[in-house]
């Protein structure tokens, strides 16, 4: 009798086991969306960028223009290249500090805003790495934007070459292109902030 009903237990395990794997193999997998310069990751040049310290101000955004793929997309994660400033130079991590994301529409109208601790997605002993935000499927049309609000605890990835123009800074209600004065000839110079949409 302990026999039997071992052998179920284990039949039963493993029926669930093969359902899990087939459900995980059958959904459909998420769409990402760049609006960066589109090349590997291992290829771009990038630097880190802080509006808090540019700017001085906590409600400086990155602000990166995606446009849906089809109707009826829902937008579900949001990628950030940033990092928390860990290094391994000291046996602690880095105080808990807010970062937050928004979505908007095409008009600047707020879908979806969240804020959490830096940590909890940029704490790497090795430099910056990509965060994944998951967020409730929220329905866009068209053009949508995706701010990123670094507030000095976890910077950006910038993209320094090949701008697309997808990228701004989203202050006091507006959006400004991210173009920044060079040192050498006092031009400007846009940036690709390194941000993913992902959704499906």
């Given at each position: 009798?302990?026999?039997t009903?071992?052998?179920?237990?284990?039949?039963?395990?493993?029926?669930?086991?093969?359902?899990?794997?087939?459900a995980?193999?059958?959904?459909?997998?998420?769409?990402?969306?760049?609006?960066?310069?589109g090349?590997?990751?291992?290829?771009?040049?990038f630097?880190?960028?802080?509006?808090?310290?540019?700017?001085?101000?906590?409600?400086?955004?990155?602000?990166?223009?995606?446009?849906?793929?089809?109707?009826?997309?829902?937008?579900?994660?949001?990628?950030?290249?940033?990092?928390?400033?860990?290094?391994?130079?000291?046996?602690?991590?880095?105080?808990?500090?807010?970062?937050m994301?928004e979505?908007?529409?095409?008009?600047?109208?707020?879908?979806y805003?969240f804020?959490?601790?830096?940590?909890?997605?940029?704490?790497?002993?090795?430099?910056?790495?990509?965060?994944?935000?998951?967020?409730?499927?929220?329905?866009?049309?068209?053009?949508?934007?995706?701010?990123?609000?670094d507030?000095?605890?976890?910077?950006?990835?910038?993209?320094?070459?090949?701008?697309?123009?997808?990228?701004?800074?989203?202050?006091?209600?507006?959006?400004?292109?991210?173009e920044?004065p060079?040192?050498?000839?006092?031009?400007?110079?846009?940036?690709?902030?390194?941000?993913?949409?992902?959704?499906?």
């Amino acid at each position: 009798m302990k026999y039997t009903i071992l052998l179920l237990a284990c039949l039963c395990c493993a029926a669930l086991c093969i359902n899990a794997i087939a459900a995980q193999t059958g959904a459909p997998q998420l769409t990402t969306l760049r609006a960066d310069g589109g090349k590997n990751y291992s290829e771009i040049n990038f630097t880190l960028f802080s509006s808090l310290v540019e700017f001085g101000s906590l409600n400086v955004g990155e602000a990166v223009k995606f446009t849906a793929p089809s109707a009826g997309w829902k937008l579900q994660k949001v990628r950030v290249l940033g990092w928390s400033g860990y290094n391994k130079t000291t046996q602690s991590y880095p105080a808990d500090r807010n970062i937050m994301v928004e979505v908007r529409d095409k008009d600047l109208n707020l879908l979806y805003k969240f804020a959490d601790s830096q940590n909890n997605y940029f704490l790497s002993d090795v430099g910056p790495r990509f965060g994944e935000i998951d967020i409730p499927a929220v329905p866009v049309t068209g053009d949508f934007y995706v701010v990123y609000y670094d507030r000095g605890a976890g910077p950006v990835g910038t993209e320094t070459a090949d701008a697309t123009g997808n990228s701004y800074l989203f202050l006091n209600g507006k959006i400004e292109p991210a173009e920044f004065p060079t040192s050498e000839n006092n031009e400007t110079v846009a940036v690709n902030w390194m941000v993913e949409a992902l959704g499906k």
